[in-house]
């Protein structure tokens, strides 16, 4: 068995049920992908376009590919035909493009708000206040071709868990107020995803539905 396969079995031995693994791939050669593939591993997630829509095109057709990365919008083209959920929406552009691109390609895509959470200025996503305003802004009769999943997070990278655990319920709490309130009409808003290999198991304290897991199943980047 290899040390991908291991960590897999390991890592999915001790994953409730009802959480749902993305299987974050970025970097890591097609090989690796298959190894879980043969598993029965179907959910794996990329950053970036370019290496998304070349493994998509190499892999077997009913993986189910997520988008996690910062999406530009001249890129969307690229990957809607085949995109299986987007998880970094961060603006009401890149959400009218993707329902521009969903229309020509006769399909629906699952799509989550991502929010801004960590104290970090370099990871993308709403504020609070700009999602609200977005949501009261939009009527979902005009995205027929984008179904609203729910909210995408990403924690500070730090050592201080409390921190961390308090960004994670700042999120489900907003998640929570959405999806209560009778004003917006998503009947499909039901993801959390938050949690990545350092923090999934508060993230999932915390109410998360769905993790986002690299290095812990297939080992360490290297970037170069
Ligand atoms: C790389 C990445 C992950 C996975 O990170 P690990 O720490 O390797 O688990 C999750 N989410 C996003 C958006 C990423 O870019």
């Known amino acids: 068995m290899s040390e991908t396969e291991k960590r897999y079995r390991d890592f999915i031995g001790e994953l409730p049920d009802k959480i749902k693994l993305v299987a974050i791939s970025k970097t890591k050669p097609v090989d690796d992908i298959m190894e879980l593939y043969e598993l029965g591993h179907r959910v794996f997630g990329e950053n970036k376009v370019q290496e998304l829509t070349g493994k998509s095109e190499s892999l077997p057709r009913d993986i189910q590919w997520h988008m996690v990365g910062h999406l530009q919008r001249n890129k969307v083209k690229y990957i809607a035909p085949f995109v299986s959920m987007i998880h970094s929406v961060d603006s009401q552009k890149l959400l009218n493009t993707i329902e521009k691109e969903g229309e020509k390609n006769e399909r629906c895509i699952d799509c989550l708000f991502q929010v801004h959470i960590a104290s970090e200025e370099t990871k993308f996503g709403f504020s609070e206040e700009e999602l609200i305003t977005l949501l009261d802004n939009i009527n ?8 609203v999943k729910g909210l995408m997070g990403m924690a500070t990278f730090t050592e ?43 993230a999932i304290e915390e109410g998360s539905t769905m993790i986002r897991i690299g290095s812990l199943i297939f080992g360490e980047r290297k970037y170069h």
Do not use: C, Q, T
Request: charged fraction near 35%.
């Open 140 to 147: 979902p009769e005009d995205y027929p071709h984008v179904r």
């Open 160 to 202: 201080d868990l409390e921190k961390v655990r308090l960004e994670f319920k700042k999120l489900k709490s907003l998640f929570d107020s959405i999806r209560d309130n009778p004003a917006y009409n998503y009947p499909e808003f039901k993801e959390i995803s938050m949690g990545m290999s350092n923090d999934y198991k508060i």
